[in-house]
Nanobody, 124 residues
Framework: QVQLVESGGGLVQTGGSLRLSCVAS????????MGWFRQAPGKEREFLAN????????DYADSVKGRFSISRDTAENTMSLLMNSLKPEDTAVYYC?????????????????WGQGTQVTVSS
């Protein structure tokens, strides 16, 4: 059974930082693009970032570019999202995703596997 499990969410003040982790099990994602998304209450799921198979190429949504950093450890089958300068509008459930199925112009918004999400709340 393939699983992606996120952790690291929590409550943080505006301007603070959090590091989210995603641990994959059941299959290797070594050859796959992986990504991070979030969904705030009443809003659609939002693409945040993706990282290529080797961890060398990354792409970000404009809303998080310069503040968030995606990374992965291919050997450990894990992925992280370092979030700096957090704002109240970053409050959402954050999801990791694996095995890109729709890659276009450096961005992947469709994946086969999804985690259950971790809540991030940024207080003002």
């Amino acid at each position: 059974q393939v699983q992606l499990v996120e952790s690291g969410g929590g409550l943080v003040q505006t301007g603070g930082s959090l590091r989210l982790s995603c641990v994959a099990s059941g299959r290797t994602f070594r050859g796959n693009i992986m990504g991070w998304f979030r969904q705030a209450p009443g809003k659609e799921r939002e693409f945040l970032a993706n990282i290529d198979q080797n961890g060398r190429s990354t792409d970000y949504a404009d809303s998080v570019k310069g503040r968030f950093s995606i990374s992965r450890d291919t050997a450990e089958n894990t992925m992280s999202l370092l979030m700096n300068s957090l704002k109240p509008e970053d409050t959402a459930v954050y999801y990791c995703a694996g095995r890109c199925t729709n890659y276009y112009s450096g961005l992947c918004r469709e994946y086969t596997y999804w985690g259950q999400g971790t809540q991030v709340t940024v207080s003002s």
